[in-house]
């Protein structure tokens, strides 16, 4: 009798032995390896740079250049100036405004001022014609990122509009049509009242 009792309470231990061992682990140990991927996926995409490895930092660059290029319509290296291209891509889509310098309404060279005071800390002119005097003249094909490119309407008129170079022909305005966008220097509006380039010294 009591070899039975005893026989019986060995099966019941191995049975109950052999359950625990091959019971599929719960669901907070099968999704505690996902979660930490989340959870460090998340944290290398925020916080600040330089506690991340090159990279993370190299792909967050990427990823910004990339909304650069198709939101301001550009080819770009991924070298070109960081704080000039996002600050442009902010005011895309500010309405004209003339007299206004502020993201509810802007004219052209109150989008010029600005951009310059947030990307350069410098103070321009606030007029074009001010601008265009107090810059150093460059050749239309010697043009850079960062400069200010010139119109008038024909020989002897008065400049009237200003927008600030990017690159492979295409400048950032105000234009009293459409508020702050990219256009080109070849489209023929603007190549017809192209009128000059200057160069803002910024040291």
């Given at each position: 009798m009591n070899n039975?009792?005893?026989y019986c309470l060995a099966a019941s231990s191995l049975a109950l032995s052999f359950f625990f061992e091959h019971t599929p682990a719960s669901p907070a140990?099968?999704?505690?390896a996902p979660v930490a991927a989340e959870a460090s996926l998340f944290s290398a995409f925020s916080g600040d740079d330089e506690d991340k490895p090159a990279t993370v930092a190299s792909s967050r660059d990427s990823l910004?250049?990339?909304?650069?290029?198709?939101?301001?319509g550009l080819k770009l290296a991924f070298n070109e100036d960081k704080n000039l291209l996002q600050t442009v891509t902010d005011w895309i889509g500010t309405p004209y405004s003339y007299g206004n310098n502020s993201k509810k309404g802007t004219d052209c060279s109150g989008f010029v001022t600005r951009v310059f005071k947030e990307v350069y800390g410098i103070t321009l002119q606030?007029?074009?014609?001010?601008?265009?005097?107090?810059?150093?003249?460059?050749?239309k094909t010697e043009m850079q990122s960062g400069d200010l490119v010139f119109f008038r309407r024909g020989p002897g008129q008065p400049i009237y509009h200003v927008g600030i170079y990017l690159q492979d022909g295409k400048f950032a305005h105000s234009a009293c049509n459409?508020?702050?966008?990219v256009s080109s220097l070849n489209q023929p509006y603007y190549h017809r009242n192209f009128y000059a380039a200057g160069r803002v010294a910024t040291n």
């Open positions: 039975s009792l005893l140990v099968t999704t505690a910004a250049y990339n909304y650069y290029s198709q939101t301001l606030r007029s074009s014609r001010s601008m265009f005097q107090n810059v150093k003249h460059v050749a459409g508020g702050v966008m």
